[in-house]
């Protein structure tokens, strides 16, 4: 019980207040609150029901699936073909770039693992190499129009996780 009580508290006191800050002057912090914490805590509850094998294989496995819907399958035409306003809750928008609430738990689950296998500094770690990737994929963003969110932060920070997992 104790285990749980310092994730759920690690998660509210390092995740929450550091994304919340980057956005808190020039978005629409009320729905940005209530996507960050039901991406937050859905991936709570992923990570529960899964061994953090499973958990690092469902990452990788999103990850790539993000890759295919994005370029190939069934999104790329469904971003071109619905109003925004019929998955806006979806999505949380953030000037004129729209993250679906899906990476945000995905970023948020990355993170529970890579504490649950090293602590609380390879969350950090795994923090800052989400936030890494997502940088690297809107500079990429500039020359394309849509971009899957997943590969880059995601794998960055499985690929630490494991390494660390590996070597310890």
């Known amino acids: 019980v104790y285990y749980w009580e310092e994730l759920i508290n690690f998660i509210s006191i390092i995740f929450f207040p550091t994304t919340l800050y980057i956005f808190w002057k020039k978005f ?55 109003h925004s306003s019929e998955i806006s809750l979806l999505l949380v928008k953030v000037e004129d770039i729209e993250i679906g609430m899906g990476d945000l738990l995905f970023y948020s689950l990355a993170t529970g693992l890579a504490y649950s296998i090293g602590g609380e500094i390879l969350a950090l770690t795994s923090i800052i190499l989400i936030k890494i990737g997502v940088l690297a ?32």
Not at 53 to 73: M, N, P, Q, R, W
Not at 153 to 167: E, G, I, K, R
């Open 137 to 168: 994929t809107l500079l990429l963003l500039e020359r394309r129009k849509m971009l899957p969110g997943l590969p880059l932060p995601v794998l960055l920070s499985v690929f630490a996780t494991f390494l660390v997992s590996l070597l310890s």
């Open 28 to 82: 629409a912090i009320p729905n940005l609150i209530i996507s960050i914490f039901m991406a937050g805590a859905s991936a709570f509850l992923i990570k529960l029901m899964f061994s953090d094998l499973a958990t690092g294989l469902l990452l990788v496995g999103f990850s790539i699936f993000d890759l295919y819907e994005v370029f190939k399958g069934p999104l790329k035409h469904l971003a071109h073909s619905l």
